[in-house]
Structure formats: C-alpha cells, structure tokens
C-alpha cells in the first residue's frame, strides 16, 4: 500500500513539476523539491505506523512518547523551525525571485538558491552569502531587480566667475541632453540651479534611465557624463573643486560689437547637433547586432 501511495504521489509531482515549470516565477521551481520530500516523508512514517500497527504495537503510546520526544526536539530546534517557516513564508509572499538583484541589510547581490534552511545570494565580488529563511522572512528586502527605470544624480559644480547668461545657456543644454538621449526619460528629470556652496554654483542634475541591466545602466550613465563634460569645454563653464582664488581687479575692456550670448547659442546647438548623432548611430549599431 506504501508503495502504491508513493507512485501515486511520485505522479502527481510530476504534473505539479510541469506545472511549476510554465509558470513566471523561478520561486516555485526552487520550493517545490523541498514540498515534494516533505509529502514522501509523511507517506513513508503513515505506512511505517501502519505496518506497526499490523504488528499489534500500541501506536497511541508510541504517538504520545514520539510527541513528548518531539517537543524536546522542536524545543532544541527552534531556529530551524524558524528558517522553514521563513522559506513558506518566502514561497507565499515572494518577495523576490531566483535571478533578482536584492538588498538585504549589509547584504546586497543576486538571489541563486533558496533552501530549506537559507538564502543563497551572489555578492557583487563573487562571494557566495548565505543568510537564514527567518531573517529574510523578518527583514525589510529591497529588490532592486523590479526598478523599471534607474536613477542618475549628480551635484555640478561650476566656477563662481561663470557668467549668469552662460549658465543660463549651460542649464539648457544640460536639459536637451537628457531630451536627445533615447534612454533617458522626458517626464520626470530635474537640472536645477539649486545652491550656491562654499566654492561652487551647485547645478542638480537628475534623470531616470531605462536601463534593462547594470551594465546598460553604466553606458547610458557614460554617455551622459561625457556629454555633460564636452558641452562645458564648447560652452567654456568650468567646474569647480574646493580652492581658494586669489582676484586682481582689472580694468573694464570695451564692450564687443558681437553677442558673446548668440555664439554660446551657435556652439551649444552645433554641438547637441553632433551628441544627437552619435546616439542615433550608436544605438542604430546596437539594434542592428541585436537583429
């Protein structure tokens, strides 16, 4: 009869397996041998019990010695108790998957196995961590795999002597960076002139890029970070550092018949012209790859 219910359950696993496989989540494929040796064990000690019970054993004595036994051993194994609770707990709520990017207090990496007893993550240099179900169960996880889009903030410093009007010019074409990148979001970005600090003016320079990967975050950060620095050199901003700077009063130079302010004009949209293309040709190039 053992035999008999423990092909029936072998069966059975065998659908729910095929089912578990079809599904979105990696959680379940991870949980569900853990599930599956639980029900054996529970088949294997019912028919054990059965056959000491054809044996003519007293099972209700043998039941209350096993329990008493078994609150010692529950008592002596709260931890582990704990941890397989955390992991049902963790099959339930699912707060991350097999694959996810997570943060988990000091811990930070990629989720690659979750046990009976514990987590296993992937730290970023190759460590393998792992961490007890019941920790993960009762700590604050954040998962940075299901941000859809990453942020990116700076702090830009330029020079106290950069004129008004020149950093008026700057900030916009900071603003048509982010508006000509074609990973960057056109909603909700922010470059504000934001402070004026001990040594610098203070720009604030944040957008969200969607970025699928790390290292996609990482090229779209670069792309943005060399703009930044070429549009100053065309513009002539300066970025400022803590210093102290010595002014020596000079006489006023006659004004120039010629707008300084037109040809800022000219050199900023010349050169969003060239960063506009070289996205365009960049990311044509990666589309093609990928095709």
Partial sequence: MVFILLRVVEILFLYAK?????????????????????????????????????????????????????????LAAQDTVKNFIGSAMIFIDKPFQIGDSIQQGAVEGTVEEVGFRSTRIRNVDKSLISVPNGQMADAT????GLRPDRRMQLNI????????????????????????????????????????????????????????TFGDELSFREDLLFGI?????????????????????????????????????????????????KMQDKFRE??????
């Fill in 229 to 277: 620095i070429k549009l100053a050199n065309e513009l002539g901003v300066e970025f400022a550092f803590p210093s102290t700077s010595l002014y020596i009063e000079q006489t006023e130079a006659p004004a120039s018949e010629t707008d300084p302010n037109q040809n800022n004009l000219l050199t900023m949209q010349a050169f969003l012209e060239q960063f506009e293309k």
């Fill in 18 to 74: 095929d089912y578990t496989s079809k599904t979105a989540s990696k959680m379940d494929d991870q949980l569900f041998p853990i599930f599956e040796r639980v029900v054996v064990g529970l088949v294997v000690i019912g028919g054990i019990l059965g056959i000491l019970q054809t044996f003519s054993v007293n099972i209700t004595a043998l039941i209350a010695g096993l329990s008493i036994g078994g609150l010692a051993l529950a």
């Fill in 157 to 212: 410093g330029v020079m106290y002597n950069t004129p008004a009007d020149k950093l008026e010019i700057f900030l916009q074409g900071l603003r048509q960076l982010i508006e000509k990148h074609p990973h960057a979001s056109k909603q909700d970005y922010v470059v504000r002139l934001h402070n004026l600090g001990p040594s610098s003016m203070d720009i604030l320079f944040r957008v969200y890029l969607a970025a699928a």
């Fill in 141 to 144: 996880i954040v998962n940075l």
């Fill in 286 to 291: 990666t589309e093609d790859h990928s095709i």
